[in-house]
């Protein structure tokens, strides 16, 4: 089994760098953190230890996370309750992003929530479960459960951008979208990051959209960084952590991290230990000869 990859405390508590989302004053370490493995298990329901959860959040505010990604719809409610209980009243520095767009049904199914009142409901849950009268940034969540498809957003958006103006949305950010779509929405307003699926394997973006979302100033929020509900299973990537004494884990996030200085990471774990392993990715630097046997791994 590999051996979380040791390194000195200086070096991950720099977590990756820093980024400040465009036309803001926000500025988070790029090694950010996911709730969404703090409800039950398939998101879904309390977790089985929720001092466990609380913990866990805890442990990364100290360590030095200042980007806490979530959305009601977790648990629903759980994780943005678990939320307000490890960490309320907010550190200053933290930046909390959620998103809206959709719902769970009775049966654990992810069903999309873009009409009008959804929406606002969808805020209004953030704002009372995370107990703020304003939120950092809200993401508005299009497409399928995982891959974005082609379609205007701009009536969905046009509700996000009124509860912008009435100051319930600091920021609005998009999830799971296309670059058609960015251009459409920055048309209505500012958009600071865009978060969709995206890792060492699969890489539809790609096609130069995190470039060019770098070249703008934009942060790119891969989520599914490790894999998602297909965990990454992969030989190569297997060979490299071996050859460079850290976990598999590590080296997916740690390719992320070189991959474009614009993309910001927010993996998600229920585990102290796990937590601590993840942190430690951003010293972990992947020579030339490991980042070529790495893009072997592409499934396109």
């Known amino acids: 089994m590999n051996k979380s990859k040791k390194v000195q405390p200086s070096a991950v508590t720099k977590l990756g760098g820093s980024f400040t989302f465009p036309g803001t004053s926000m500025t988070v370490h790029r090694m950010g953190y996911g709730a969404m493995q703090l409800a039950g298990p398939g998101v879904f329901g309390p ?12 442990e990364a505010v100290a360590a030095g996370v ?33 998103k809206v767009g959709a719902r769970r049904g009775a049966d654990k199914s992810w069903i999309s929530a873009l009409s009008r009142q959804e929406l606002m409901d969808g805020v209004h849950d953030n704002l009372r479960n995370l107990d703020v009268t304003s939120l950092d940034v809200v993401n508005l969540r299009v497409g399928g459960v995982e891959k974005p498809s082609e379609g205007s957003i701009a009536k969905a958006l046009a509700v996000l951008v009124e509860l912008k103006r009435k100051g319930l949305v600091r920021h609005i950010g998009l999830s799971n979208i296309t670059p058609t779509q960015l251009a459409e929405a920055q048309t209505m307003t500012g958009i600071v990051c865009v978060q969709n699926l995206y890792n060492i394997a699969y890489r539809d973006d790609d096609d130069a959209f995190i470039d060019d979302l770098a070249r703008q100033g934009t942060p790119y929020v891969p989520f599914f960084p490790l894999g998602g509900f297909n965990p990454l ?9 071996e050859s460079l004494g850290a976990t598999p884990m590590q080296v997916a996030l740690a390719w992320l991290l070189q991959r474009s200085p614009n993309i910001l990471l927010i993996p998600g774990t229920s585990s102290v230990q796990h937590l601590r392993e993840n942190l430690q990715a951003a010293a972990l630097r992947l020579p030339a000869q490991a980042l070529a046997k790495l893009n072997t791994i592409a499934t396109k």
């Open 233 to 241: 299973q992969s030989a190569a990537l297997d060979a490299v952590a």
């Open 66 to 98: 200042n980007h806490i990604d979530t959305s009601d719809f977790y648990g629903p409610h759980v994780t943005n309750q678990i939320i307000r209980r490890a960490l309320h009243p907010y550190p200053e520095e933290l930046v909390i992003v959620t």
């Open 47 to 58: 977790p089985r230890d929720p001092d466990a959860a609380v913990a866990v959040l805890r």
